[in-house]
């Protein structure tokens, strides 16, 4: 898969795994039991600083590894989850194991970076959110820096609901806030920022869509590096998602992109795997 073989530091992570699809496998009714089971599991992947190409987060992203079959990918339940309301069960599951991650890597004596969880909106705008999410923080003796949260912009479309509210809270207590899927053909990029400036969010993830859109011929990008250039004027942190290439990645450093993610470093792997970024900074990018 072409997609896949970007010139990576670390393309021996590259393992690939069939993905089912949960409704051909009648596994919706599963769901339930399959949380009380263990079957889900998290895949980490790094968040590199272009400044000096050190991990400074990583984003935690779900998977469900049935006893059956190959890991099923969330594009293949979160919605379900959603409609039928176990989201919060399991994003609250995964905001747990996340933070008893972090606790194990600080006991092995690794590098400890905030962790990003995902969180839906339906999760986000309950009344309840930030008292069991802070209960569960300091039950595992963490800080509000040791995870960022993930909101996408359905948060706030969905009228009168307790998201900002919720959110500035978690703000206010030093929680990482990031939007999203940025540019992700749901509204123009750049006239979405503004709005986006009053939002209680400080950084922003543009969507791999956005940045799949890089040419090596500069005028092609400039929609997309002054959306850069724009955000890091509102004082927002700017993270470029499913970076591929180098060609992006020399593209996002001229523009003054803070940090990037993608398959160019790391594919999101299993924690065995992750910890190799939590010792080191990487080795210099190839030209
Ligand atoms: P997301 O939060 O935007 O996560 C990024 C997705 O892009 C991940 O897919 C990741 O594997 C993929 N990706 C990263 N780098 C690259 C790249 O260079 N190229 C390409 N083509 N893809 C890349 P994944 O893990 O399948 O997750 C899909 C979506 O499922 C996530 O999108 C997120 O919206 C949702 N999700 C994942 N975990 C959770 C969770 O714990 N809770 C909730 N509510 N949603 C989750
Ligand atoms: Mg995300
Ligand atoms: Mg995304």
């Known amino acids: 898969n072409s997609k896949r073989s970007g010139r990576g ?3 021996f992570f590259d393992t ?11 596994l919706e009714q599963r769901m339930p039991s399959a949380i009380a089971n263990n079957e889900f599991i998290l895949h980490y992947q790094p968040i590199i600083r272009l400044t000096d190409f050190r991990v400074v987060g990583l984003e935690a992203l779900i998977r469900w590894q049935h006893p059956d079959y190959h890991l099923v990918y969330p594009s293949d339940f979160i919605k379900t989850a959603e409609d039928t309301d176990l989201i919060t069960t399991l994003d609250n599951w995964v905001l747990e194991a996340a933070c008893q991650q972090i606790v194990k890597w600080r006991s092995a004596g690794l590098k400890v970076v905030p962790v990003a969880v995902n969180v839906s909106p339906v999760l986000l705008k309950s009344k309840k959110y930030p008292d069991l999410f802070f209960e569960t923080l300091s039950r595992n ?3 509000p820096e040791n995870i960022t949260i993930e909101v996408t912009r359905t948060a706030f479309i969905e009228g009168k609901n307790n998201v900002i509210e919720n959110l500035e809270i978690f703000l206010s207590k030093g929680v990482r806030i990031s939007l999203d899927n940025f540019g992700n053909g749901n509204g123009n990029g ?7 400036s009053s939002l209680p969010i400080r950084t922003l993830k543009i969507d791999r869509r956005f940045i799949q859109k890089i040419r090596n011929n500069f005028n092609d990008n400039s929609i997309i590096l002054s959306t850069i250039v724009l955000a890091k004027k509102l004082n927002l942190t700017v993270v ?5 290439t180098h060609e992006q990645l020399v593209n996002l450093k001229v523009a003054g992109c803070d940090q990037v993610q993608g398959y160019f470093f790391s594919r999101p792997v299993p924690e065995r795997q992750i910890r190799e970024f939590l010792i080191s900074p990487l080795r210099s990018i190839p030209a």
Do not use: P
Request: glycine fraction near 6%; charged fraction near 10%.
């Open 9 to 11: 530091l670390y393309s």
């Open 16 to 26: 690939s795994l069939n993905t089912v699809s949960i409704q051909d496998l009648g």
């Open 141 to 143: 003796q963490l800080l």
């Open 190 to 196: 750049i006239s979405n920022l503004n709005r986006i």
């Open 240 to 244: 470029a998602t499913g970076i591929e």
